[in-house]
Structures are given as structure tokens and as C-alpha cells.
């Protein structure tokens, strides 16, 4: 059945905003018909306002907004958003193949557009113990699904740079089916950045600064911007002051006038917005909407900003949305203005599922078996025991930054008691350790400084990307009632501080990751956690996020994952306990 929209649209293709006809059939644009006028308020409009190509975050992972793919759906469409590629390694982690699919089922039960990238690094290292392993054979399969549109980040860069045939394999089965590679490569810079992207790698998300941006620009590379829950790198890529810089130095912005400079500059110079990763709380307030409106307020062309949401992800993942252009989905956002950018309408395949405040569908709930195999935790297993009886020893220290995925690592001298290496709360280096959820009932145990807690223990069996339990600490028997409530409930996030009476748990019974609860109840879920550990010390803005990336092996600089202290930077185990002779 045909409808028409008549609208003041936004198109994104040539850079234009006109009144316009929009003709829509089973769910995609038909005809696209401007209206000719001198006067637009002559133009009788359906409603007041802008009309957008509906919003695509390009890189994602549902689960760290702990809401199933459905409930993810009610949460960010009415911020504008009305799709997604979504990177499934944090399920695959857990459950394989098995748990993509979970994924792409559940998606399919309210309107939204969900694309997927095939998982390229699960376990993301060998280093570590997950729930499954997606080889090369098994990744080739997944490509050739229907919604998977891309090789999912390919954080094994150590194995792009020494030739790794499983690597190598996966990545040209994603070439001979005409699907982009993304990237994963923080830091990385010179040959062996060249050699990475030669490999055939198209995007990256992980730069930091805008010179490590640029440098992958120039080199061809697709740079996503993101702005996450943890890592927060919008400002210092896109601030103004680096892309004047920039511009002022390249032949094309020195021979321009000063207010042809002046336009130039309004460019923003990389691809694409991302969230990487979204709290519930953060997904509550907002998704690419504040991040479109943000660029929008730094001086950027409204077009040029919202293009990184909708046509150059579209164009460059080859998806049938990002524009309001015949025979493009019908995904569109309704506005108020470029300058407030309130979103009033989102429509999906032509139909209206937010309206003002209102979202227009149910999320179903969903099921999954229980994924946790492990023995019930004693205060002992958190211990730190060496040989000598009492004294000081010199530890390896995982330091932390607030907003930040890149640890550094400190040697901070500890005390020695009964052959235990003592915490120090009042300097600020407590307990961390990482408890192995799949069988082998292990705990990898060191030390952490950021948190500043100040009692108790907090615990989460999101741990990207093996999803095994990390827990940190003041004391050992606050961290083993922890990791123990979280075995209890199937999964979860955690806090216990017992001398203060405190055992609070926000339940994620879907794989030790997600759960069937709405965004509001999640969101308040997790603000109670975060506001008792701000209590307890703590001023991160989102500490179980930021303690969940500890056991992410692929990321600078000092890692524990279920098998022991890991240096990233060298890919390999190190000592916890620093060896005085060297």
C-alpha cells in the first residue's frame, strides 16, 4: 500500500534541504518529489520540523547496554537511531554461533534495522579462556549470513602484522564476498599501521588523539569517532582548533581567503560517529543525536555532521538506508531544528514508531540457558601468595584513568604478611582479580590503582571479551561474596560491603550479559551501583564499564585475564611480583 509523506527533508546526497514528496511502498521510498515554491510556508507540510535519514551507529555492541537486542531497539529509537551494526563478539564469546543468533532472532521482533559484523577475534586472544571459539571456517559461515555486512574488528593486529594464516583467511573470505574489514588499532602507527591497512583493513575506531586520526585518514583508512560510555575520544578528534591546524598546513586551506578558510574548516574532516559501547544510563540520556547536535555546536556543516550518521556508513557498509532517496528504506527523524535538535518523530520502514516521547512497539522477552560453570569462591582464592613470610615486595600495578580503555603500569612496594601480599587502601592499590566462569576454576589475582574505593568490592561478569567475572577490592571477603552473588544470579553486576551492610546486584541472567529489563529500570538499576560505590570512594563516571575493558588483552598497556598478569604491549604474560635482580 503507497503512502506519502510531504516534508521538509534533508538531502544528504547533495547537500540540500528542500520541501519534498515521499512516496513509500512496502517499507522503501518509491518516488522523491521536491516541491517547487518561492514561499515554503506555502508548502502544506504533515508536520513542523526537519526531515532526516534515519541515524546508523556503525560499530556497537548491544551488550553493553545490557538490554536484548529488542529492548536496545526501545531504548536508542528515540534518539533518532534506527540502525545498527552490531559486533556480536561479546555473546560469541560466550555461546558461539549460538548466541549470534540469538541476537539476529530477537532483533527481528521489533521494527528496527539491525545489520552485523561476523566476529573476528573470539577468544580475542590466546591468552585467555572464553566460552567459544569462531575459527576461520566458522567465521566464513557467518559472513554469509544474510545481516552480517562486515568482518567485525580485527583486534588481533599482532596477527595481522606476523601473517597469522587464521587471521589471513578470515579476512579474505570478507573480501570475496565484498565485505569491509573493520579495525581495531589503538595506537598503532608507522609501517606497522601500513602493514596493518595494507592487509586490507578499512576502519578504525580506536584512535585517541587526532594526530593518531589523521595519520590513519591519510592512509586511507575510514576513521570512526567514538564517544562511549568509557572511551570518550569525540573532543579530542574533532575539536576545532586540530582541524584548523590541519587545514592551515595542506595546500588546499593555504591558498584560500580568509572566509573561504573559514568554510573549510566547517568540514569535519573524518567518517564516521560510533558508540562502541553504551551504558544504559548514557543510552537513556541519549545516542547519536547528542553527538550530531555536539558537532553541529563546534562550528560543522548540520549536513556534514549528520552524513556521518547516515550516508557514509550507508555507502560504505553497501546498506539499503542512510538517505531519503528512491529505493532506500524508509528510516527517517523527524526534528525540531539543527540548533536544538530535539528528535520528535522516528519512522522505520515508513511507519511512525516514536512519537513524541512515545515509542510505538513492545520488546518481547527472551531466554537463554545458563552459562556459569564455577565453584562457589572462599576469601582465599583472592589471595597474592609468595614465599616470603613478612616483609615488602615490589608489584606490578594496573593503573587506571577515568574515561580511558589505555591502562598504564606502576611498581608500587607492598607489604608482606603470613606470605600474603597485602592491599594498601590508603594509597589506592586494592585487589583485582579475574575468576575463569567456564569449567576450570581458576582465579588470576594482582592489583589495581584508579578506583579509590574505599571499602567492600565490586564485581561484574561483563568482562570484555571473554566474559569470565573481574572483581575488585579492598579485602578478600567482600571480593568472594561478590564473584559468589554474581554465580548465584546467573550473571551481574555487583557490589558488597559488608561492614557498611551493603549486597546489591543488578541481574544479567541472558549470558551473564544482558537481561530482559527495560532501559529505565536497567538504567536505574545501575545508577544505584555507581552511586553506592561513589559512597564507597569512587568518582569514575562509569566504573563497571571501565573495570570491565582490565581483561581486554588487545588493549595498551597491563591486562589480567583468567590466566595471569598480561602486557599488551609486548603480548606476553608478565610476573606479578617484580624480580629484585632485574
Given at each position: 500500500?503507497e503512502k506519502v509523506?510531504?516534508a521538509?527533508?534533508?538531502?544528504?546526497?547533495?547537500?540540500?534541504?528542500?520541501?519534498a514528496?515521499?512516496?513509500?511502498e512496502?517499507?522503501?521510498?518509491?518516488?522523491?518529489?521536491?516541491i517547487?515554491?518561492?514561499d515554503?510556508?506555502?508548502?502544506?507540510?504533515?508536520?513542523?520540523?526537519?526531515?532526516l535519514?534515519?541515524f546508523i551507529?556503525?560499530h556497537?555492541h548491544?551488550?553493553?547496554?545490557?538490554?536484548?537486542?529488542?529492548?536496545?531497539a526501545?531504548?536508542?529509537?528515540?534518539?533518532?537511531t534506527?540502525?545498527?551494526i552490531a559486533?556480536?563478539h561479546?555473546i560469541?564469546?560466550?555461546?558461539g554461533?549460538?548466541?549470534?543468533?540469538?541476537?539476529?532472532e530477537?532483533?527481528?521482533?521489533?521494527p528496527?534495522?539491525?545489520?552485523?559484523?561476523?566476529?573476528?577475534?573470539?577468544?580475542?586472544?590466546?591468552?585467555?579462556?572464553?566460552?567459544?571459539?569462531?575459527?576461520?571456517?566458522?567465521?566464513?559461515?557467518v559472513l554469509?549470513?544474510d545481516?552480517?555486512v562486515s568482518l567485525g574488528?580485527?583486534m588481533?593486529?599482532?596477527?595481522?602484522?606476523?601473517?597469522?594464516?587464521?587471521?589471513f583467511?578470515?579476512?579474505e573470505?570478507a573480501?570475496?564476498?565484498n565485505?569491509?574489514?573493520d579495525?581495531?588499532a589503538?595506537l598503532?602507527?608507522?609501517?606497522?599501521l601500513?602493514t596493518y591497512?595494507?592487509?586490507?583493513?578499512?576502519?578504525?575506531?580506536?584512535?585517541?588523539?587526532?594526530?593518531?586520526?589523521?595519520?590513519k585518514?591519510?592512509l586511507?583508512?575510514?576513521v570512526?569517532v567514538?564517544e562511549?560510555?568509557?572511551?570518550?575520544?569525540?573532543d579530542d578528534?574533532?575539536?576545532?582548533n586540530?582541524?584548523?591546524?590541519?587545514w592551515?598546513?595542506?595546500?588546499?586551506g593555504?591558498?584560500?581567503?580568509h572566509?573561504?578558510f573559514n568554510?573549510?574548516?566547517?568540514n569535519p574532516?573524518?567518517?564516521?560517529?560510533?558508540?562502541?559501547d553504551k551504558n544504559?544510563?548514557?543510552?537513556?540520556?541519549?545516542h547519536?543525536?547528542l553527538l550530531?547536535?555536539r558537532?553541529?555546536?563546534l562550528?560543522?556543516?548540520?549536513?556534514?555532521?549528520?552524513?556521518?550518521?547516515?550516508?557514509?556508513?550507508a555507502?560504505h557498509?553497501?546498506?539499503?538506508?542512510?538517505?531519503?532517496?528512491i529505493g532506500?528504506?524508509?528510516?527517517?527523524v523527524?526534528?525540531d531544528?539543527?540548533k536544538?535538535?530535539?528528535?520528535?518523530?522516528?519512522?522505520?520502514?515508513?511507519e511512525?514508531v516514536?512519537?513524541?516521547?512515545?515509542?510505538?512497539?513492545?520488546?518481547?522477552p527472551a531466554?537463554l540457558?545458563d552459562?556459569?560453570?564455577?565453584?562457589?569462591?572462599?576469601?582465599?582464592?583472592?589471595?597474592?601468595k609468595?614465599?616470603?613470610?613478612?616483609?615488602?615486595?615490589k608489584?606490578?600495578?594496573?593503573?587506571?584513568?577515568?574515561g580511558s580503555?589505555?591502562?598504564?603500569?606502576?611498581?608500587?612496594e607492598?607489604?608482606?604478611k603470613?606470605?600474603?601480599v597485602?592491599?594498601?587502601?590508603d594509597?589506592?592499590?586494592?585487589?583485582i582479580a579475574?575468576?575463569n566462569?567456564?569449567?576450570q576454576?581458576?582465579?588470576?589475582?594482582?592489583?589495581?590503582?584508579?578506583?579509590?574505593?574505599?571499602?567492600?568490592?565490586f564485581?561484574?561478569?561483563v568482562?570484555?571479551?571473554?566474559h569470565?567475572?573481574?572483581v575488585v577490592g579492598t579485602?578478600?571477603?567482600?571480593?568472594?561474596k561478590?564473584?559468589?552473588?554474581?554465580?548465584?544470579?546467573q550473571g551481574?553486576?555487583a557490589v558488597v560491603?559488608?561492614?557498611k551492610?551493603?549486597?546489591?546486584i543488578?541481574e544479567?541472567?541472558l549470558?551473564?550479559?544482558?537481561?530482559?529489563?527495560?532501559?529505565?529500570t536497567?538504567?536505574?538499576?545501575?545508577?544505584n551501583?555507581?552511586n553506592i560505590?561513589k559512597?564507597l570512594?569512587?568518582?569514575f563516571?562509569?566504573?563497571?564499564?571501565t573495570?570491565?575493558?582490565?581483561?581486554?588483552?588487545?588493549?595498551?598497556?597491563l591486562?589480567?585475564s583468567d590466566?595471569g598478569?598480561?602486557?599488551?604491549?609486548?603480548?606476553?604474560?608478565?610476573?606479578?611480583?617484580?624480580?629484585e635482580?632485574?
Amino acid at each position: 500500500m503507497e503512502k506519502v509523506i510531504v516534508a521538509n527533508m534533508v538531502d544528504v546526497e547533495f547537500n540540500d534541504m528542500y520541501p519534498a514528496e515521499i512516496y513509500i511502498e512496502d517499507g522503501y521510498i518509491k518516488d522523491v518529489i521536491p516541491i517547487v515554491t518561492s514561499d515554503p510556508t506555502d508548502v502544506d507540510l504533515d508536520f513542523e520540523g526537519i526531515l532526516l535519514p534515519g541515524f546508523i551507529d556503525s560499530h556497537i555492541h548491544i551488550e553493553s547496554s545490557m538490554l536484548t537486542p529488542a529492548n536496545f531497539a526501545k531504548a536508542c529509537i528515540r534518539h533518532g537511531t534506527t540502525s545498527v551494526i552490531a559486533d556480536d563478539h561479546e555473546i560469541a564469546n560466550v555461546l558461539g554461533v549460538k548466541g549470534i543468533n540469538f541476537m539476529i532472532e530477537n532483533g527481528y521482533t521489533v521494527p528496527f534495522d539491525f545489520f552485523y559484523a561476523a566476529p573476528s577475534c573470539v577468544p580475542a586472544t590466546n591468552f585467555e579462556t572464553s566460552g567459544a571459539i569462531l575459527d576461520s571456517e566458522i567465521v566464513k559461515m557467518v559472513l554469509r549470513f544474510d545481516d552480517v555486512v562486515s568482518l567485525g574488528e580485527m583486534m588481533n593486529f599482532p596477527g595481522v602484522l606476523a601473517g597469522d594464516e587464521e587471521v589471513f583467511k578470515k579476512i579474505e573470505y570478507a573480501k570475496k564476498l565484498n565485505k569491509p574489514v573493520d579495525g581495531h588499532a589503538p595506537l598503532l602507527s608507522g609501517e606497522d599501521l601500513k602493514t596493518y591497512i595494507g592487509a586490507g583493513i578499512s576502519t578504525d575506531h580506536e584512535s585517541s588523539s587526532f594526530d593518531e586520526a589523521i595519520e590513519k585518514k591519510k592512509l586511507g583508512m575510514k576513521v570512526m569517532v567514538r564517544e562511549g560510555s568509557s572511551a570518550k575520544n569525540f573532543d579530542d578528534i574533532l575539536n576545532l582548533n586540530d582541524r584548523k591546524i590541519f587545514w592551515a598546513n595542506t595546500e588546499e586551506g593555504s591558498n584560500l581567503s580568509h572566509s573561504d578558510f573559514n568554510i573549510l574548516i566547517k568540514n569535519p574532516i573524518f567518517d564516521f560517529l560510533v558508540s562502541d559501547d553504551k551504558n544504559p544510563v548514557d543510552l537513556e540520556k541519549g545516542h547519536l543525536n547528542l553527538l550530531v547536535k555536539r558537532l553541529i555546536d563546534l562550528d560543522v556543516f548540520p549536513i556534514e555532521a549528520i552524513k556521518m550518521v547516515t550516508i557514509n556508513p550507508a555507502k560504505h557498509y553497501n546498506l539499503d538506508v542512510g538517505s531519503i532517496s528512491i529505493g532506500k528504506r524508509a528510516n527517517f527523524v523527524l526534528i525540531d531544528n539543527f540548533k536544538n535538535f530535539n528528535v520528535l518523530k522516528t519512522f522505520v520502514g515508513g511507519e511512525c514508531v516514536y512519537d513524541n516521547g512515545h515509542v510505538l512497539f513492545n520488546a518481547p522477552p527472551a531466554k537463554l540457558e545458563d552459562t556459569f560453570r564455577l565453584s562457589e569462591k572462599s576469601p582465599e582464592d583472592f589471595d597474592v601468595k609468595v614465599e616470603l613470610e613478612e616483609g615488602t615486595v615490589k608489584a606490578r600495578v594496573i593503573k587506571v584513568l577515568d574515561g580511558s580503555l589505555i591502562t598504564d603500569q606502576t611498581i608500587k612496594e607492598l607489604d608482606v604478611k603470613d606470605h600474603v601480599v597485602q592491599e594498601n587502601v590508603d594509597r589506592d592499590i586494592l585487589k583485582i582479580a579475574v575468576v575463569n566462569r567456564y569449567g576450570q576454576d581458576t582465579v588470576a589475582n594482582g592489583f589495581v590503582k584508579g578506583f579509590n574505593i574505599n571499602d567492600g568490592a565490586f564485581a561484574s561478569s561483563v568482562a570484555h571479551d571473554s566474559h569470565n567475572i573481574v572483581v575488585v577490592g579492598t579485602n578478600t571477603r567482600d571480593m568472594a561474596k561478590a564473584v559468589n552473588l554474581i554465580r548465584e544470579n546467573q550473571g551481574g553486576l555487583a557490589v558488597v560491603a559488608q561492614k557498611k551492610d551493603i549486597k546489591e546486584i543488578l541481574e544479567l541472567p541472558l549470558a551473564g550479559l544482558m537481561c530482559n529489563d527495560n532501559v529505565e529500570t536497567v538504567s536505574l538499576k545501575l545508577q544505584n551501583l555507581q552511586n553506592i560505590l561513589k559512597v564507597l570512594g569512587c568518582e569514575f563516571k562509569a566504573p563497571f564499564m571501565t573495570m570491565s575493558f582490565l581483561a581486554l588483552l588487545v588493549l595498551p598497556s597491563l591486562k589480567l585475564s583468567d590466566k595471569g598478569l598480561f602486557d599488551s604491549n609486548n603480548f606476553e604474560f608478565v610476573d606479578l611480583i617484580v624480580d629484585e635482580d632485574n
